[in-house]
């Protein structure tokens, strides 16, 4: 698929100002411009961050958020849709309890209750807490806001892909019974932490060493890395300590 900027904003209904914004600040830029005529182009891949975007508008997350939060390389998309989803139904049952509202009201009923909407806001307000503590909100998410910015849906499978590959690296390494300050092991954090600096952000030993504790005490990064084999997880992070600690 290849469209034109016009084609792109009737499809998503999203106007070409705003497209050409997006752009501008490194939200959405197009797959390809053409350097003769300057016109741009999109793709499936486009499509997909475009919906991804509309969701997270639909949740009332300002254009900074959803940039940081996009941006970030600890990214889980499928948590995202999955919280994205919780929210929408907190919002459509207080649509239908408002409805219901009217009815009462064309009965000459009075109901209050249906205008509160401090459950949807609550739960909102603590997963874009959650998400940009997790997600961005930092020097180097921003970072690697720009630095990821051109990253094609291949481009980050190719990246994410060798992220996971040094992830089965350290797997194979304790499973043949290296411990965690172990050369091989040492090497491997070094490796790690010049791969994140390489494709996402300048990954300091603080860095480094935060993320060893996200590694554990994230459920849903510990379950990706165990499923290179039980206990990676708890490996990788103490191995991360004993080489900050250096």
């Known amino acids: 698929m290849k469209l034109q900027i016009k084609e792109f904003a009737e ?4 106007s070409v100002r705003t497209l050409h914004y997006y ?3 490194d939200l959405l830029k197009p797959s390809y ?3 003769q005529n300057g016109y741009r182009f999109y793709d499936e891949n486009s499509l997909e961050r475009m919906q991804e975007i509309l969701f997270y508008r639909e949740l009332d997350f300002s254009l900074k958020s959803i940039a940081e939060i996009l941006a970030s ?3 889980d998309k499928q948590q995202a849709l999955a919280e994205q989803k919780r929210l929408l139904t907190l919002k459509k049952d207080r649509l ?10 064309e009965k ?9 909407n401090s459950e949807y806001e609550t739960a909102r307000q603590q997963y874009e807490d959650e998400a940009k503590q997790r997600w961005g909100d930092t020097d180097a998410y921003k970072e690697s806001r720009t630095k990821t ?4 849906k291949d481009k980050w499978n190719d990246v994410l892909g060798g992220l996971n590959g040094v992830f089965a690296e350290f797997a194979a390494c304790k499973k043949c019974g290296d411990s965690a300050d172990s050369d091989s092991a040492q090497r491997l954090v070094k490796k790690l932490q010049d791969y994140i600096t390489a494709h996402f952000y300048h990954c300091t030993d603080d860095i480094l060493a935060g993320l060893g504790q996200v590694y554990i005490c994230d459920e849903r990064f510990k379950n990706n890395i165990d499923n290179h084999g039980e206990g990676t997880a708890e490996f990788v992070s103490e191995a991360i300590k004993i080489y900050c600690k250096k």
């Open 96 to 105: 239908e309890r408002l409805i219901a509202a009217l009815e009462q009201a």
């Open 73 to 75: 390389p600890n990214y």
């Open 33 to 35: 411009v053409d350097e």
């Open 149 to 152: 910015a051109d990253y094609s």
């Open 108 to 116: 000459g009923e009075i109901t209050m209750s249906a205008f509160d």
């Open 23 to 25: 752009d501008e600040i």
């Open 11 to 14: 499809l998503t209904g999203v």
